[in-house]
T-cell receptor
Framework: KAGVTQTPRYLIKTRGQQVTLSCSPI?????VSWYQQTPGQGLQFLFE???????NKGNFPGRFSGRQFSNSRSEMNVSTLELGDSALYLC???????????FGPGTRLTVL | AQSVTQPDIHITVSEGASLELRCNYSYGATPYLFWYVQSPGQGLQLLLK??????LVQGIKGFEAEFKRSQSSFNLRKPSVHWSDAAEYFC????????????FGAGTRLTVKP
């Protein structure tokens, strides 16, 4: 069974731009969660989608948004990028939203 | 409040030596417990998990962990470390039926000396 895939793997953007990251979960998994990982803050939960609905959201500004499609693929969008948004963005999928999550390789976003 | 503490930020061991990474948690109910490993620039790979039953669980790559309810601990062990084990290790706790309250520790970076 294929694992969680994330595209692109690397992104370089400038302040003020927007970015869209994509995540394809493991086949059969309907829950997709997004995390931001930075050296200073560690792993921080962004939001979770289940059956195309956002079920839970972490403590991030409204510039961070996401969506999920009917095939469970998910995208997250960050608008008006700031230097502090530079991070590794991880996507994780799980069956029915259980706490056993499987992570993708991440997208490394650098904001200049 | 729910939390996960990994007391050791960085550990260095010699190749072939034994390893123990500590994890303590605070959780209102009996949580599900996990250990993940992350190589530089990569995502997190699940090493092992504990849901219930035998408190000593075996994982991949020769790792094991022991759940001690009285100490609220879930320490990760390996009898003989290989150079390829150098990575960052994360302990995580969460409720069983949803991931809305997953908590990750800050991580322990493992360096392996030749």
């Amino acid at each position: 069974k294929a694992g969680v895939t994330q595209t692109p793997r690397y992104l370089i953007k400038t302040r003020g731009q927007q970015v869209t990251l994509s995540c394809s979960p493991i086949s059969g998994h309907r829950s997709v969660s997004w995390y931001q990982q930075t050296p200073g803050q560690g792993l921080q939960f962004l939001f979770e989608y289940f059956s195309e609905t956002q079920r839970n959201k972490g403590n991030f500004p409204g510039r961070f948004s996401g969506r999920q499609f009917s095939n469970s693929r998910s995208e997250m969008n960050v608008s008006t990028l700031e230097l502090g948004d530079s991070a590794l963005y991880l996507c994780a999928s799980s069956f029915q939203g259980t706490s056993e999550q499987f992570f993708g390789p991440g997208t490394r976003l650098t904001v200049l | 409040a729910q939390s996960v503490t990994q007391p050791d930020i960085h550990i260095t061991v010699s190749e072939g030596a034994s390893l123990e990474l500590r994890c303590n948690y605070s959780y209102g109910a009996t949580p599900y417990l996990f250990w993940y490993v992350q190589s530089p620039g990569q995502g997190l790979q699940l090493l092992l998990k504990y849901f219930s039953g035998d408190t000593l669980v075996q994982g991949i790559k020769g790792f094991e962990a022991e759940f001690k309810r009285s100490q609220s601990s879930f320490n990760l062990r390996k009898p003989s470390v290989h150079w390829s084990d150098a990575a960052e290790y994360f302990c995580a706790v969460g409720p069983p039926y949803n991931n809305n309250d997953m908590r990750f520790g800050a991580g322990t970076r493992l360096t392996v000396k030749p």
